[in-house]
């Protein structure tokens, strides 16, 4: 398998995403916990930077790219914002600032909120049973927020 590869499955996992389908994991997933995710974030970090032969990172090292919660659990508060928020008309990109998550997440999330059809969310990583729609293909409704 390519490192390119790996590191884009890696990185759906970490993102809530089953890299096969496209659908978001359930809550209570081994795939939503916050130590899991942080591991996964890790692990994408680690195979997208290589250092040869540099100590090995700790624990306490982070991706400065990786948004501050990354990784972290939606509370009930957050996700009720980020539902009111987005009904209101903000943009993905947006939401994504003010909640310090990626855009992927954030639309990982509405979906599980079904504010977003997961059928016709423009994820990353598509359904297989939507393999025949472009993955660049969205509804205008939404994606032009």
């Given at each position: 398998?390519?490192r390119e590869?790996?590191?884009?499955?890696?990185?759906?996992?970490?993102?809530?995403?089953?890299?096969?389908?496209?659908?978001?994991?359930?809550?209570?997933?081994?795939?939503?916990?916050?130590?899991?995710?942080?591991?996964?974030?890790?692990?994408?970090?680690?195979?997208?930077?290589?250092?040869?032969?540099?100590?090995?990172?700790?624990?306490?090292?982070?991706?400065?790219?990786?948004?501050?919660?990354?990784?972290?659990?939606?509370?009930?508060?957050?996700?009720?914002?980020?539902?009111?928020?987005?009904?209101?008309?903000?943009?993905?990109?947006?939401?994504?600032?003010?909640?310090?998550r990626?855009?992927?997440?954030?639309?990982?999330?509405?979906?599980?909120?079904?504010?977003?059809?997961?059928?016709?969310?423009n994820?990353?990583?598509?359904?297989?049973n939507?393999?025949?729609?472009?993955?660049?293909?969205?509804?205008?409704a939404?994606?032009?927020?």
């Amino acid at each position: 398998m390519e490192r390119e590869r790996a590191v884009q499955i890696i990185q759906a996992l970490a993102d809530g995403i089953d890299p096969a389908t496209g659908e978001a994991f359930p809550a209570d997933s081994v795939y939503q916990r916050a130590d899991t995710v942080r591991a996964l974030y890790f692990a994408v970090h680690s195979l997208s930077n290589p250092v040869r032969g540099a100590k090995a990172s700790t624990a306490q090292d982070k991706d400065k790219s990786a948004p501050s919660n990354a990784g972290r659990p939606w509370s009930q508060e957050e996700d009720l914002r980020l539902g009111q928020a987005f009904d209101a008309g903000k943009s993905l990109e947006t939401l994504a600032e003010e909640h310090k998550r990626s855009r992927w997440a954030v639309e990982a999330r509405l979906v599980r909120l079904g504010k977003i059809p997961a059928a016709d969310s423009n994820l990353r990583y598509q359904s297989r049973n939507n393999s025949s729609k472009p993955a660049n293909e969205a509804p205008a409704a939404w994606i032009a927020r």
